[in-house]
């Protein structure tokens, strides 16, 4: 079954960084975007940033821009997460899926291959 495998989360101080991988499971990722969500206690899983296909297309939302990176590698079918300045509001499950399109107006709903997501805990 295709789906997405994250990794790196942990608990981390405010300010510090984190790296998360997330590995594609029975499909090739080169012909997908890639997104990156997170979902905080209680609320919904919103979009942080996505990269295309061909990794030349990023977008981030407003509350990581300047702090957060996304890349990819499709040789390893691997697109990783980098994490810097994190602060406690970044806490949360994170997960990745796969669509066609790179940008903020893609709805969850067409995003598939969801993982299982990774925990990251900023807290001092």
């Known amino acids: 079954q295709s789906h997405f495998v994250e990794s790196g989360g942990g608990l981390v101080q405010p300010g510090g960084s984190l790296r998360l991988s997330c590995a594609a499971s029975?499909?090739?990722?080169?012909?997908?975007?890639v997104g990156w969500f997170h979902q905080a206690p209680g609320k919904e899983r919103e979009l942080v940033s996505c990269?295309?296909?061909?990794?030349?297309?990023?977008h981030f939302a407003d509350s990581v821009k300047g702090r957060f990176t996304i890349s990819r590698d499709n040789t390893e079918n691997t697109v990783w997460l980098q994490m810097n300045s994190l602060k406690p509001e970044d806490t949360g499950v994170y997960f990745c899926?796969?669509?066609?399109?790179?940008?903020?107006?893609?709805?969850?709903?067409?995003?598939?291959?969801w993982g299982q997501g990774t925990q990251v805990t900023v807290s001092s």
């Open positions: 899926a796969s669509t066609y399109y790179c940008n903020q107006y893609v709805s969850r709903t067409e995003y598939e291959n």
């Open positions: 029975g499909f090739t990722l080169e012909s997908f975007a």
């Open positions: 990269i295309n296909s061909a990794g030349l297309k990023t």
